[in-house]
């Protein structure tokens, strides 16, 4: 099962049953994976599932300015600048690189 960590709770938006992550492009997720989803709090990790309802890839500019809004809670302009501070260190072009937006879906799987 892949996992997918959140460093922080962008736009407290893993509090709603659906919820968006922009990530650089994988091909490791598609629509109907169920994934494991972590994220850090000032205390502790709190680990949960979700399950992969859409995923479309843009080149960073491309993503519509909503898209930033709902995901960061911020504009487009301020938040391409704190991803290209976040990706600094990985020597990646990030404007080049192609991202991910996916739509996750919290899971609870039936015993």
């Given amino acids: 099962m892949e996992t997918i960590r959140f460093n922080k709770n962008w ?5 709603c049953d659906n919820y968006t992550t922009i990530r650089l492009h ?5 629509v ?9 709090t000032d205390n502790s990790e709190i680990k949960e599932m979700a399950k992969v309802v859409y995923v479309r890839s843009y080149r960073l500019n491309d993503i519509p300015e909503e898209v930033f809004w ?3 809670g911020m504009s487009k302009e301020h ?8 990706y600094l260190k990985y020597n990646i072009h990030i404007h080049s690189a ?3 937006v996916m739509v996750l879906q919290h899971y609870y799987p039936k015993d």
């Fill in 79 to 86: 938040a391409i600048q704190m991803i290209e501070k976040m």
């Fill in 11 to 15: 736009n407290q938006k893993l509090c």
């Fill in 26 to 30: 994988s091909n490791k997720f598609y």
């Fill in 98 to 100: 192609k991202w991910d």
């Fill in 32 to 40: 109907g994976n169920i994934l494991e989803t972590v994220c850090k």
């Fill in 70 to 72: 709902t995901d960061c």
